[in-house]
């Protein structure tokens, strides 16, 4: 977990969460379960745009591990405030 840690760039995994949480509460018309293959898609894009449209394999998937980590914080978020414990999933 934590060489994954480092991958994770906080700019673009806000912005992940602030799209993805627009997307399911306003776009009715996207399924929710395509919902982390946006985020990781846009994770990406943003951390190409972020390193200057430079593409290495860290880019890669700093975008990816930022993208999908913003939808497993909203759901982690979600859980917590909602009182409902978290799946074994999510404990891992």
Known sequence: M???ARYVVLV?????L???YIIKHSISFIPNK?????MGVT?????LWINGWE????????????GLASTGTHELVRHIFSGQEI????KG
């Open 18 to 20: 602030c799209l993805g």
């Open 12 to 16: 673009v995994l806000a912005i992940c």
């Open 43 to 47: 994770g990406v894009i943003l951390n």
């Open 34 to 38: 395509y919902i982390p293959l946006i």
């Open 55 to 66: 593409f290495t394999p860290e880019i890669l998937l700093g975008g990816l591990a930022s």
């Open 87 to 90: 799946s074994s999933e999510i």
């Open 2 to 4: 934590e060489v994954l």
